[in-house]
């Protein structure tokens, strides 16, 4: 157990819909990361959350949107669903955004878009 | 968006054999991170990298960060069934105090008995 806590672990929805991921960070880490991971793309950074605020944002979709709340855990939010969104997304937390830190990896959230 | 080269994409080994990998990018980075990744779970990091030139063992596991910045390679001695999987090199840039890190594309490991 790596203390990063994302659940569901699995989820299957239709295309359209709209679907919220949820990652709890390790205990004292300010810091959250979002990641997509698909088959050709590989790890794929989405957002980054430290205390509350948003820090850094990649190449996340406008359908796409997150937040941290003030016990620190953060959500995902993916909506008007396509096929192609299908994919592990993974949350990562860490102490601090600095160099030092490195991340921990929840074991991911597998959507499936049917 | 910036991009890690890995190499290679995937590779077959006897049990026992040794195993290198790399990582090169076209920017500087600050911090090379090495990830292994088993089905169904996320990565968990293998070796952190801070300064250029730096050598560092995690038993079987060498890695090293580049001296121009922008490589890294890990090399794993004497494999063993359970170094299957997938590794992952990941950098973070110079620029920027976010913690982003930038993630290679992967090389998987398989490892024949």
């Known amino acids: 157990d790596s203390g990063v806590t994302q659940t569901p672990k699995h989820l299957i929805t239709a295309t359209g819909q709209r679907v919220t991921l949820r990652c709890s960070p390790r205990?004292?880490?300010?810091?959250v990361y979002w990641y997509q991971q698909s088959l050709d793309q590989g790890l794929q950074f989405l957002i980054q959350?430290?205390?509350?605020?948003?820090?850094a944002k990649g190449n996340i979709l406008e359908r796409f949107s997150a937040q941290q709340f003030p016990d620190l855990h953060s959500e995902l939010n993916l909506s008007s669903l396509e096929l192609g969104d299908s994919a592990l997304y993974f949350c990562?937390?860490?102490?601090?955004?600095?160099?030092?830190?490195?991340?921990?990896f929840g074991s991911g959230t597998r959507l499936t878009v049917v | 968006g910036q991009q890690l080269n890995q190499s290679p994409q995937s590779m077959f080994i006897q049990e026992g054999e040794d195993v290198s990998m790399n990582c090169t990018s076209s920017s500087i980075f600050n911090t090379w991170l090495w990830y292994k990744q088993d089905p169904g779970e996320g990565p968990v990091l293998l070796i952190a990298?801070?300064?250029?030139?730096e050598l560092t063992s995690n038993g079987r596991l060498t890695a090293q960060f580049g001296i121009t910045r922008k490589d890294s390679f890990l090399n794993i001695s004497a494999s063993i069934p359970s170094d299957v999987g997938i590794y992952f090199c990941?950098?973070?840039?110079?620029?920027?105090?976010?913690?982003?890190?930038?993630f290679g594309q992967g090389t998987t490991l398989q490892v024949k008995p």
């Open positions: 990941a950098g973070r840039p110079i620029s920027g105090n976010t913690g982003k890190l930038i």
């Open positions: 990298l801070y300064k250029a030139g």
């Open positions: 959350y430290y205390n509350g605020e948003e820090r």
């Open positions: 205990s004292g880490d300010l810091s």
């Open positions: 990562a937390s860490s102490a601090s955004p600095g160099r030092r830190f490195g991340y921990t």
